[in-house]
């Protein structure tokens, strides 16, 4: 029989062992958030200050000018770099889009055995690749052989870091359309290829444009592979022979130089490359992204 | 009466187009090999002069007649710097995760998962460039220098002089690149946690806090560690931020004794002397070498956390993109 003061004792203990856990509980919650705040502040830093010292220096002449002499009282722009990094853009997409979405198609259509999981693991190991290498790689493929620094090697090595994703991202959406339409697709007589590019690539039009967005999104911000492959320069576009510039490249040469005015004019295309990257994100998230659960597409920062 | 023509394909296309596709999968294949080859190919003439020097070596003097090339400072470098943000990267990112996927409120889950992913998907110039001429001076004032007068003299670990651009800075700002990486993974395993592990555990009356050690860290463990190795893999690559920030040493001063003393890693090591090597030069060999090497340990990690990642994965879809 439990007497009334050993049932006290229990309560007690109950107590002190609740109030002791729920303590606990409020302790992790805290620390939790905390480590949230603690990843949010960098980022509110870095808009913060590129938007402080960005925007002074934003001007038409900025944005269409080539740069001028180095520590001269005449700054320039940074006009052949927003040109070379849309040119990069155009002429990788022209090779990592159709071999991307191809390899997705292989993947989620013909991929369902042992070769398609290996393509499918290598092609994730790819994607987490450190682009420094894949920027050697196009050095000694291309720039080796051809003798000479060209947007060629530059659209090379990019073409490689945005495929995995658009290769990935096409299976993936290839893979949300039901079944019955393809079924429905083998019923009327329809071969594989016509379903596939006329019902299959039709349907998961939203997902295969969010895919080539992330990619593009990716290389639009990619500095370590150009440095050996289109090498960057001073000048506009003057053919496929020449080094060019790109963005990235341009504001890694601008933070090296010892002069307040390079440094200024750094944080202004830091500024123009962020626009370009947060308005992809955000468009893609936008327009495509909300119809999803969740967001199963992730961009992730180059080397 | 008109005969009705089919417009479904025809066989023999639909063979080209399988092989086609076959192709085009088989180039991400293609590419890793080759990569293997032209790297190898490119630094045969540093491991035909230094052998296995090159690895433990640590002379870099790139004059001609006294060339000696040794990478083992930079293989240092490239494990302190990825080792520290790990430390520093992986508590906070299992937090975040856990706040994602167990704690925040529905309307905030979505707002701060899009911020997380919005830092994954700043350049890592643009990191470098914030580290350089700002956060670098915080990181000085607030944090090396204070550290440097109290312990400095008596440990060795933060002796030097503090300068902002060092071994630790470099370190905290990959740490902060990381953490979106390995958050967001994380948050994806614990999300894929079967809801009756949960409610089991509430079920006994467990706190927020012990479902989560009892019933979601057991079940996503090996995912998480995953995620984690995925992370070191991107640390080890890193490469713009680090080039700003680390201070760039070469030889045998960029073997990394202290924190706030300056360092190298394989790729910052390969981004800033390329523009000086010569083509077909032993130099440039040395480089490749680095790259070969770096190539090497990115694609270890990177298999063994895809694994980890995948199998826990498996039946969740979406699995894991880049």
Redesign the interface.
């Known amino acids: 029989m439990i007497t009334i003061e050993q049932r006290a004792e229990f309560r007690k203990h109950f107590r002190n062992n609740i109030s002791r856990r729920v303590a606990t509980d409020k302790i992790v919650k805290g620390i939790v958030f905390g480590c949230v705040l603690l990843a949010i502040i960098p980022l509110g830093s870095i808009l913060f200050e590129i938007i402080r010292n960005g925007v002074p220096v934003l001007s038409i002449d900025f944005l269409t000018q080539p740069p001028g002499a180095v520590g001269s009282n005449q700054p320039g722009g940074i006009g052949p770099a927003i040109q070379g990094t849309l040119m990069l853009i155009g002429l990788s997409s022209l090779i990592g889009v159709p071999v991307g979405v191809l390899g997705g198609i292989f993947l989620s259509e013909y991929g369902n055995n042992k070769y398609g999981q290996t393509i499918r693991f290598f092609n994730d190991v790819l994607a987490e690749f450190p682009t420094i290498v894949i920027g050697l790689f196009a050095f000694a493929v291309i720039v080796l052989s051809l003798g000479y620094f060209s947007i060629l090697a530059g659209m090379f090595a990019l073409s490689i870091i945005m495929l995995p994703i658009i290769t990935r991202t096409t299976e993936e959406s290839l893979k949300l359309v039901p079944v019955s339409y393809r079924e429905a697709g083998y019923a009327l007589g329809i071969k594989r290829s016509v379903i596939i590019f006329r019902i299959l690539l039709t349907s998961a039009k939203s997902g295969l444009i969010t895919g080539i967005m992330l990619s593009v999104a990716r290389i639009a911000g990619e500095t370590a592979p150009l440095i050996f492959t289109i090498l960057g320069n001073e000048d506009f576009f003057s053919g496929f022979d020449q080094p060019v510039d790109a963005l990235p490249l341009r504001i890694y040469r601008l933070a090296n130089l010892p002069y307040d005015s390079a440094t200024a004019q750094g944080w202004g295309g830091a500024l123009v490359l962020i626009l370009i990257i947060l308005s992809l994100n955000i468009g893609i998230r936008y327009l495509f992204l909300r119809k999803r659960r969740g967001g199963s597409f992730r961009i992730t920062t180059g080397g | 009466m008109e005969t009705v023509k089919?417009?479904?394909?025809?066989?023999i296309?639909?063979k080209i187009?399988?092989i086609?596709?076959?192709i085009?999968?088989?180039?991400?294949?293609a590419?890793?090999v080759?990569?293997v080859i032209?790297?190898t190919t490119?630094s045969y003439q540093i491991w035909a002069q230094e052998g296995v020097s090159f690895l433990t070596g640590s002379d870099w003097n790139a004059v001609e007649g006294s060339e000696s090339y040794g990478a083992a400072p930079y293989i240092a470098g490239t494990f302190v710097t990825a080792g520290i943000a790990m430390l520093i990267g992986v508590?906070?990112?299992i937090?975040?995760a856990?706040?994602?996927s167990e704690?925040a409120p529905k309307f905030l889950r979505s707002v701060?998962?899009?911020?997380?992913?919005?830092?994954?998907?700043?350049?890592?110039?643009?990191?470098?460039?914030?580290g350089?001429?700002?956060?670098r001076d915080y990181i000085r004032d607030w944090i090396e220098t204070p550290l440097n007068s109290a312990l400095g003299n008596n440990v060795i670990l933060f002796s030097g002089t503090p300068f902002g651009l060092d071994i630790f800075t470099a370190s905290v700002v990959l740490a902060?690149?990381i953490?979106?990486?390995i958050?967001?993974i994380s948050r994806?395993i614990m999300?894929a946690v079967p809801s009756s592990q949960r409610e089991a555990a509430f079920m006994l009356g467990a706190?927020?806090?012990?479902v989560?050690k009892m019933a979601v860290i057991p079940y996503s463990k090996s995912g998480l560690i995953g995620a984690s190795i995925?992370g070191l893999?991107?640390a080890?690559?890193?490469?713009?931020a680090i080039t700003?920030l680390i201070g760039n040493a070469t030889g045998q001063s960029a073997f990394p004794s202290s924190l706030f003393a300056p360092g190298q890693t394989l790729?910052s090591i390969?981004?800033n002397e390329?523009?000086e090597a010569a083509?077909g030069s032993l130099h440039m060999a040395a480089?490749?070498g680095c790259?070969l090497i770096?190539?090497v340990i990115?694609?270890t990690i990177?298999?063994v956390?895809?694994f980890l990642v995948?199998k826990v994965l498996k039946t969740h879809?979406?699995?894991?993109?880049?």
């Open positions: 089919l417009k479904g394909g025809s066989p296309f639909d187009f399988k086609g596709v076959t085009a999968g088989t180039y991400v294949l590419i890793i080759l990569i032209q790297l490119n508590p906070i990112s937090g975040i856990m706040f994602l704690l701060l998962s899009f911020v997380v992913e919005l830092l994954a998907a700043v350049p890592s110039i643009i990191y470098g460039l914030w350089m001429f700002v956060f902060i690149m953490i979106p990486t958050a967001s994806e999300i706190t927020k806090w012990e989560f995925l893999g991107r080890v690559g890193e490469t713009m700003l790729s390969i981004a390329f523009p083509n480089l490749i790259g770096l190539f990115a694609i990177n298999i956390a895809q995948s879809q979406g699995a894991v993109l880049a």
